[in-house]
């Protein structure tokens, strides 16, 4: 690794970075000509298949293009098919090392990063990966027919100039360490994915097409409804190479699909497939077991991560009249008796969210440090006052704190807010009765709905379980057309712009964008380009932290729950691992990437 400080040697001006990999501050872990990651078995064998079971709500795919608007695609398409310029490594944060790419170096003013591709790079079709179809990858992504987080993510870009056949250069609109990474990330694809009779089709038309990539796998069997095979593919251009070594060791990755939870663990027991992780804590609890677990043949177990907690959250669309006013957020947070939830629903296996940064050096706590008012002060009339006090916490019912205790301060609130019970109902000075809908694609959500609902009927509010069918979940949710729902917003040690499109006022307009609350706050914008803007983590921290304690402090999401292990069942006959899980790994990632075949 090459770190080099801005200055001038013989009248030229050398680049701020330049070498085999980027890092957001500097710290590379693995060297240059590193052999391989050290979480991945480099003797690895080639061969068998992993079966896993699909992770999205629908019961189908209708679309083979990952990037588009409507239709959904199947599940790992994306990680499976599609390299970019950098990869991330599993056992560090912040940086990337070169894939497609062999060297990266960044301008000394911070404005441009410039990209040399590997001569062996090769898509599927044997076709040499080229400066145009990096350029042709990211016109297209932030196009008119992409999903709108792309244009969020890569607002702060100007543009891609292609310097050569293998040389691309990002410009910047301002200097931003993470958006090397932001752009060394965005999957490449060909320029001819989409051609059709000669010529390249609208890519809101590119639906079925068969993905040009230059991943590991390609596209194999498909029984639509049933299930669908990616083939290893053997001619794959970075076997070799060491960010790959030990890697896609398993000739075909099957993703079956099953209709509902219950045939899906029932399918597991039954040895249909290798792999399955748990997000039910009563499955967990009380349904993992049967004869294949004590034989031996599936293990039950859990895998300790150091993963942000991410901020799941029931979301509050504040495009509604009835959500504007703060107070009321707030109330309804405070009828939610989680505690209550954890013991009799969840068997004692989850920790409450605690802001947008839990488990991180971003996470917000106590009262704010200096460097933090700094940043606020600016904004005191526009964010509300209780931001400048002690870090907002969600509200507890065991101790010294009740549920009672809560609901009174809550009907406190809502009197404030203007809000009274009369004639059996809460209403406002126009007489207008509180009720709202919660949105969801899965009817099991009724169950963990029910105690908050029966809290909030004491204060004179009606909730309204809504189940609908996931493609009509997913339209509402693009316009949306919804009160309150339910998203598992995933963490981040590095907060970066696309904090702009969850909260950012410019996304609150844009249909299909992040911004489901609606927040439109010029604090919490100037915020964000603090936070995107930093030159080190001593300028990033404060940045962040202000920006937990707004939205915290604003109520626009009622923290859920978060689970500090990855739970999974996996296949002991079948499939081999490594000894030990990468900190910052997903289980289905370190799964599909870095385990083998017994068979």
């Given at each position: 690794?090459?770190?080099?400080?801005?200055?001038?040697?013989?009248?030229?001006?050398?680049?701020?970075?330049?070498?085999?990999?980027?890092?957001?501050?500097?710290?590379?872990?693995?060297?240059?000509?590193?052999?391989?990651?050290?979480?991945?078995?480099?003797?690895?064998?080639?061969?068998?298949?992993?079966?896993?079971?699909?992770?999205?709500?629908?019961?189908?795919?209708?679309?083979?293009?990952?990037?588009?608007?409507?239709?959904?695609?199947?599940?790992?398409?994306?990680?499976?098919?599609?390299?970019?310029?950098?990869?991330?490594?599993?056992?560090?944060?912040?940086?990337?090392?070169?894939?497609?790419?062999?060297?990266?170096?960044?301008?000394?003013?911070?404005?441009?990063?410039?990209?040399?591709?590997?001569?062996?790079?090769?898509?599927?079709?044997?076709?040499?990966?080229?400066?145009?179809?990096?350029?042709?990858?990211?016109?297209?992504?932030?196009?008119?027919?992409?999903?709108?987080?792309?244009?969020?993510?890569?607002?702060?870009?100007?543009?891609?100039?292609?310097?050569?056949?293998?040389?691309?250069?990002?410009?910047?609109?301002?200097?931003?360490?993470?958006?090397?990474?932001?752009?060394?990330?965005?999957?490449?694809?060909?320029?001819?994915?989409?051609?059709?009779?000669?010529?390249?089709?609208?890519?809101?038309?590119?639906?079925?097409?068969?993905?040009?990539?230059?991943?590991?796998?390609?596209?194999?069997?498909?029984?639509?409804?049933?299930?669908?095979?990616?083939?290893?593919?053997?001619?794959?251009?970075?076997?070799?190479?060491?960010?790959?070594?030990?890697?896609?060791?398993?000739?075909?990755?099957?993703?079956?699909?099953?209709?509902?939870?219950?045939?899906?663990?029932?399918?597991?027991?039954?040895?249909?497939?290798?792999?399955?992780?748990?997000?039910?804590?009563?499955?967990?609890?009380?349904?993992?077991?049967?004869?294949?677990?004590?034989?031996?043949?599936?293990?039950?177990?859990?895998?300790?991560?150091?993963?942000?907690?991410?901020?799941?959250?029931?979301?509050?669309?504040?495009?509604?009249?009835?959500?504007?006013?703060?107070?009321?957020?707030?109330?309804?947070?405070?009828?939610?008796?989680?505690?209550?939830?954890?013991?009799?629903?969840?068997?004692?296996?989850?920790?409450?969210?605690?802001?947008?940064?839990?488990?991180?050096?971003?996470?917000?706590?106590?009262?704010?440090?200096?460097?933090?008012?700094?940043?606020?002060?600016?904004?005191?009339?526009?964010?509300?006052?209780?931001?400048?006090?002690?870090?907002?916490?969600?509200?507890?019912?065991?101790?010294?704190?009740?549920?009672?205790?809560?609901?009174?301060?809550?009907?406190?609130?809502?009197?404030?807010?203007?809000?009274?019970?009369?004639?059996?109902?809460?209403?406002?000075?126009?007489?207008?009765?509180?009720?709202?809908?919660?949105?969801?694609?899965?009817?099991?959500?009724?169950?963990?709905?029910?105690?908050?609902?029966?809290?909030?009927?004491?204060?004179?509010?009606?909730?309204?379980?809504?189940?609908?069918?996931?493609?009509?979940?997913?339209?509402?949710?693009?316009?949306?057309?919804?009160?309150?729902?339910?998203?598992?917003?995933?963490?981040?040690?590095?907060?970066?712009?696309?904090?702009?499109?969850?909260?950012?006022?410019?996304?609150?307009?844009?249909?299909?964008?992040?911004?489901?609350?609606?927040?439109?706050?010029?604090?919490?914008?100037?915020?964000?380009?603090?936070m995107t803007s930093a030159k080190s983590k001593a300028e990033l921290l404060p940045a962040c932290r202000a920006l937990d304690r707004v939205i915290s402090h604003s109520h626009l999401l009622i923290p859920q729950w978060t689970a500090v292990n990855h739970r999974m069942v996996y296949n002991d006959w079948r499939v081999a691992k490594p000894?030990?899980?990468?900190?910052?790994?997903?289980?289905?990632?370190?799964?599909?990437?870095?385990?083998?075949?017994?068979?």
């Amino acid at each position: 690794m090459r770190s080099l400080l801005f200055l001038l040697v013989w009248g030229v001006s050398l680049p701020l970075w330049a070498a085999h990999g980027y890092a957001l501050w500097g710290d590379l872990k693995y060297p240059a000509n590193f052999p391989h990651f050290d979480y991945v078995n480099p003797s690895a064998p080639k061969g068998g298949e992993l079966r896993l079971v699909s992770n999205l709500r629908v019961s189908t795919f209708d679309k083979y293009n990952p990037f588009t608007i409507k239709g959904a695609a199947p599940a790992y398409l994306s990680s499976l098919m599609f390299d970019s310029l950098l990869t991330g490594a599993l056992d560090e944060t912040g940086s990337g090392y070169g894939l497609l790419a062999d060297d990266i170096e960044v301008a000394a003013d911070g404005l441009s990063a410039t990209f040399r591709l590997r001569p062996n790079a090769r898509f599927h079709n044997g076709a040499a990966v080229l400066a145009l179809d990096v350029k042709h990858s990211y016109d297209t992504l932030i196009g008119p027919h992409t999903t709108p987080g792309f244009k969020s993510l890569l607002e702060d870009v100007a543009g891609l100039d292609v310097l050569g056949e293998r040389q691309v250069r990002y410009r910047f609109k301002k200097p931003n360490r993470e958006l090397v990474l932001t752009v060394g990330n965005l999957p490449v694809f060909s320029h001819q994915w989409g051609m059709e009779n000669g010529k390249l089709k609208s890519f809101d038309q590119v639906v079925m097409d068969i993905p040009i990539g230059s991943g590991p796998y390609k596209i194999g069997p498909v029984r639509f409804g049933k299930d669908i095979t990616y083939v290893r593919d053997t001619n794959y251009w970075a076997k070799d190479l060491n960010v790959k070594r030990g890697t896609s060791n398993f000739d075909r990755v099957t993703v079956k699909i099953y209709k509902d939870n219950t045939a899906r663990l029932e399918a597991l027991k039954a040895g249909e497939f290798d792999l399955m992780r748990f997000f039910s804590a009563g499955d967990w609890a009380r349904r993992v077991n049967g004869k294949r677990f004590d034989s031996g043949e599936l293990v039950k177990t859990e895998f300790k991560h150091r993963l942000p907690s991410g901020f799941q959250s029931y979301v509050l669309n504040t495009r509604r009249d009835l959500f504007k006013d703060v107070r009321v957020r707030q109330a309804l947070g405070l009828a939610l008796d989680y505690e209550w939830m954890n013991r009799q629903m969840f068997y004692n296996s989850y920790q409450r969210v605690q802001g947008l940064f839990g488990n991180t050096d971003c996470q917000a706590s106590g009262l704010p440090s200096q460097e933090e008012l700094t940043l606020l002060e600016p904004w005191r009339k526009e964010v509300p006052a209780a931001t400048f006090g002690t870090m907002a916490v969600p509200p507890r019912t065991d101790g010294a704190s009740s549920l009672r205790g809560n609901l009174r301060q809550a009907q406190a609130l809502l009197k404030q807010a203007g809000w009274e019970v009369r004639d059996g109902a809460l209403r406002n000075a126009q007489g207008r009765a509180f009720e709202f809908e919660y949105l969801d694609s899965n009817d099991g959500g009724a169950r963990v709905l029910a105690p908050w609902m029966r809290s909030l009927e004491k204060l004179g509010i009606k909730l309204n379980f809504r189940p609908v069918d996931f493609a009509l979940y997913q339209q509402r949710l693009h316009k949306f057309e919804f009160d309150i729902t339910t998203m598992a917003y995933g963490g981040t040690h590095n907060p970066g712009q696309e904090y702009a499109d969850m909260f950012g006022s410019k996304a609150a307009d844009i249909e299909d964008s992040g911004n489901l609350t609606g927040v439109k706050n010029v604090a919490v914008d100037a915020l964000i380009m603090k936070m995107t803007s930093a030159k080190s983590k001593a300028e990033l921290l404060p940045a962040c932290r202000a920006l937990d304690r707004v939205i915290s402090h604003s109520h626009l999401l009622i923290p859920q729950w978060t689970a500090v292990n990855h739970r999974m069942v996996y296949n002991d006959w079948r499939v081999a691992k490594p000894p030990n899980m990468p900190p910052y790994a997903s289980g289905e990632t370190w799964a599909i990437d870095t385990w083998w075949s017994k068979k």
